[in-house]
């Protein structure tokens, strides 16, 4: 079975610190996706980013950055100069393709409230 | 951009009583969620739902759960008879493809009396 964890419960940072947000997954399959979702105080799941199995390339969107390592089932996500508009929860979340079939089934970790403080 | 829009944002009710929560997903998609998410949780999937049949739930997805297409474009959850512990926020979901990010609603916010 899929399982995704993201040990820490809470962050708290002052605003222009570096922040890694760490996430660690179980899968038996090969094929798999990996995503992380923002919740806003609002309350709302705001899709961040996808990457799929095959592609271990890091990739950077602005102040955002994220690490996926394969061989440690990781797949961190860094926020770079944090600013006080990135408090919310991030969740880590991992999509099998079983057998060649899926139906897109999110399992999610238990996620990180993270705090920027001005 | 399009959007999934839910509605009510809100929903109260009396224990035992039948809840419907609304769902319109994004038009071109085909594969349709429920998720929820208790106060203070991480969000846990409910159904799947694809070419008019559920195509996968969750142990949490008991007889008392259902879900319906009625007509092509809204997406409901019913749940038969609640019970206090269904109180949580309830996520719909789509995606034009299975290994796509799935767009999620603002949630309605289930509170059981």
């Known amino acids: 079975a899929q399982k995704v964890t993201q040990a820490q419960t809470e962050i708290s940072v002052v605003e222009k610190e570096d922040v890694t947000l760490d996430c660690v997954y179980e899968t038996r399959d090969t094929t798999y996706y990996l995503f992380w979702y923002k919740q806003p105080p609002s309350g709302e799941l705001v899709f961040l980013i996808r990457r799929n199995s095959f592609d271990e390339q890091n990739e950077i969107s602005g102040r955002y950055s994220w690490n996926f390592q394969k061989s440690t089932s990781s797949f961190n996500f860094t926020i770079t100069a944090s600013q006080v508009v990135d408090s919310a929860v991030y969740f880590c979340a991992l999509s099998e393709v079983a057998g060649g079939t899926s139906y897109g089934k999110l399992t999610f970790g238990q996620g990180t409230i993270l705090t920027v403080h001005p | 951009e399009p959007e999934v829009t839910q509605t009510p944002s809100h929903q109260v009710t009396q224990m035992g009583q039948e809840v419907i929560l609304r769902c319109v997903p994004i038009s071109n998609h085909l594969y349709f969620y429920w998720y929820r998410q208790i106060l203070g949780q991480k969000v846990e999937f409910l159904v799947s739902?694809?070419?008019?049949?559920?195509?996968?739930k969750s142990e949490i997805f008991d007889d008392q759960f259902s879900v319906e297409r009625p007509d092509g474009s809204n997406f409901t959850l019913k749940i038969r008879s609640t019970k206090l512990e269904d109180s949580a926020m309830y996520f719909c979901?789509?995606?034009?493809?299975?290994?796509?990010?799935?767009?999620f609603g603002d949630g309605t916010r289930l509170s059981i009396l």
């Open positions: 979901a789509s995606t034009q493809a299975s290994n796509q990010p799935q767009h």
């Open positions: 739902f694809y070419n008019n049949e559920i195509s996968e």
